[in-house]
Nanobody, 125 residues
Framework: VQLVESGGGVAQTGGSLRLSCVASGPGASLDFYAVTWFRQAPGKEAEGLACIDREGGATFYGDSVKGRFTISRDTAVNKVFLQLESLNIDDTAMYYC?????????????????WGQGTQVTVNS
């Protein structure tokens, strides 16, 4: 299973973007797994942002994005989205979707071992 992110780009401070994640490969489907979004800026550690369970749709967010970012899934199109709102310069990073192939998000942290190539988000003032 390969994960493919899209939707990144350049936004102004206060702007918004919608990132998408899809699974590719024979029989691949994000519908089977909990999915996490994380980001990494140059010179910084990876930062977990949001996670959505496979079933029930329970969602979890990192403190830095709570109230600004929204994770969701659309099983009809086998995609998971991350809606970014109220962007600021500190949100500039490469954004990745990821999974550990479990059904539920880790309730104590961020758990993933497979991710895509990422999509770049750049926020300008």
């Amino acid at each position: 299973v390969q994960l493919v992110e899209s939707g990144g780009g350049v936004a102004q401070t206060g702007g918004s973007l919608r990132l998408s994640c899809v699974a590719s490969g024979p029989g691949a489907s994000l519908d089977f797994y909990a999915v996490t979004w994380f980001r990494q800026a140059p010179g910084k550690e990876a930062e977990g942002l949001a996670c959505i369970d496979r079933e029930g749709g329970a969602t979890f967010y990192g403190d830095s994005v709570k109230g600004r970012f929204t994770i969701s899934r659309d099983t009809a199109v086998n995609k998971v989205f991350l809606q970014l709102e109220s962007l600021n310069i500190d949100d500039t990073a490469m954004y990745y979707c990821a999974t550990d192939f479990g059904r539920k998000c880790d309730r104590t942290g961020w758990s993933y071992d497979t991710w895509g190539q990422g999509t770049q988000v750049t926020v300008n003032s």
